[in-house]
């Protein structure tokens, strides 16, 4: 069976690893992004450049987006010269950015209008499971759309788990950064803890991490922590993105969420201090600035 023609929206820390592995899968790509240059890399690697999100729709059998925010997603498949002003009946549509569950339901009640299909499929795994094909995908949407997808998926991650009906993808990947910013706020804790009461951190991440505090964020940020390392596998700007629909989504349930909404409001320090860019395990720095460590 031939392979289907991918189209990628979007080629920035995630897009670009997504669309080189596809590349090496054997998969046909073109690729469109906001900021040309940031496609280049991709280009010299052997995708296509096409000049809008309609053009990669006209071009391809499959189109991922990998943008920002949720007004990204509308701008890229609703907008003029947008993904549905270029579909072709019978193509399917992959949303892989995080945006709220309602941006993912208008996408695809557009797109199933002029006869073509919508899963939403945010991920985890950042940059690094990005890069290593390793992501975990969670998917919203019917059982025929995800069936079309996996060949394409299987490509980009480990773990596809089938969450529900168009958004609730969206929805599990809320509770991801639930998870994800509070195990982030205690991995920056216990390093400050550490820090103040004479432990080197390092020999306290070795001891700690193969017991019951275990976690990603531990083996993969307290690391980074520890170097000084701040650049960022997702960023602060990002996961502040991330948390705000969380919470609104929470507010409009009548959930509360306080240990998000801390962790919210720590990350606005960081921002405050020009640190947004900068990936979250940075969240560190401001538990160090009121702790007076320096």
């Given at each position: 069976?031939?392979k289907?023609?991918?189209?990628?929206?979007?080629?920035?820390?995630?897009?670009?690893?997504?669309?080189?592995?596809?590349?090496?899968?054997?998969?046909?790509?073109?690729?469109?992004?906001?900021?040309?240059?940031?496609?280049?890399?991709?280009c010299?690697?052997?995708?296509?450049?096409?000049?809008s999100?309609a053009?990669?729709?006209?071009?391809?059998?499959?189109?991922?987006?990998v943008?920002?925010?949720?007004?990204?997603?509308?701008?890229?498949?609703?907008?003029?010269?947008?993904?549905?002003?270029?579909?072709?009946?019978?193509?399917?549509?992959?949303?892989?950015?995080?945006?709220?569950?309602?941006?993912?339901?208008?996408?695809?009640?557009?797109?199933?209008?002029?006869?073509?299909?919508?899963?939403?499929?945010?991920?985890?795994?950042?940059?690094?499971?990005?890069?290593?094909?390793?992501?975990?995908?969670?998917?919203?949407?019917?059982?025929?759309?995800l069936?079309?997808?996996?060949?394409?998926?299987?490509?980009?991650?480990?773990?596809?788990?089938?969450?529900?009906?168009?958004?609730?993808?969206?929805?599990?990947?809320?509770?991801?950064?639930?998870?994800?910013?509070?195990?982030?706020?205690?991995?920056?804790?216990?390093?400050?803890?550490?820090?103040?009461?004479?432990?080197?951190p390092?020999?306290?991440?070795?001891?700690?991490?193969?017991?019951?505090?275990?976690?990603?964020?531990?083996?993969?940020?307290?690391?980074?922590?520890?170097?000084?390392?701040?650049?960022?596998?997702?960023?602060?700007?990002?996961?502040?993105?991330?948390?705000?629909?969380?919470?609104?989504?929470?507010?409009?349930?009548?959930?509360?969420?306080?240990?998000?909404?801390?962790?919210?409001?720590?990350?606005?320090?960081?921002?405050?201090?020009?640190?947004?860019?900068?990936?979250?395990?940075?969240?560190?720095k401001?538990?160090?600035?009121?702790?007076?460590?320096?």
């Amino acid at each position: 069976m031939n392979k289907p023609i991918v189209g990628v929206i979007g080629t920035g820390i995630m897009g670009a690893p997504m669309a080189r592995n596809l590349l090496r899968a054997g998969f046909s790509v073109g690729v469109f992004n906001r900021t040309p240059a940031k496609a280049d890399c991709i280009c010299a690697e052997g995708a296509t450049w096409r000049n809008s999100p309609a053009d990669v729709a006209r071009s391809a059998d499959v189109v991922i987006s990998v943008v920002s925010d949720s007004p990204d997603v509308e701008a890229v498949y609703l907008g003029k010269e947008g993904v549905g002003s270029g579909i072709r009946p019978g193509s399917l549509c992959i949303d892989i950015s995080t945006v709220a569950p309602e941006t993912a339901r208008a996408v695809a009640l557009e797109l199933r209008n002029r006869g073509a299909a919508f899963i939403d499929a945010p991920v985890s795994g950042g940059k690094t499971g990005a890069e290593a094909g390793t992501l975990s995908i969670m998917v919203g949407g019917e059982e025929a759309d995800l069936r079309r997808a996996r060949p394409v998926l299987e490509v980009l991650g480990k773990s596809i788990v089938h969450c529900g009906p168009v958004g609730f993808g969206q929805l599990t990947k809320l509770c991801n950064q639930i998870l994800c910013g509070l195990n982030l706020l205690a991995v920056s804790e216990a390093m400050v803890f550490a820090r103040r009461v004479g432990l080197d951190p390092e020999v306290m991440l070795q001891a700690v991490s193969k017991g019951a505090a275990g976690s990603w964020a531990l083996d993969n940020l307290g690391s980074r922590m520890i170097r000084r390392d701040f650049a960022p596998m997702f960023m602060i700007d990002l996961q502040q993105k991330d948390l705000r629909i969380a919470l609104s989504t929470a507010r409009e349930q009548l959930v509360p969420l306080p240990g998000t909404s801390l962790v919210h409001q720590l990350l606005v320090a960081n921002q405050a201090a020009g640190e947004g860019r900068e990936g979250t395990q940075a969240l560190l720095k401001t538990i160090e600035r009121l702790a007076q460590i320096h």
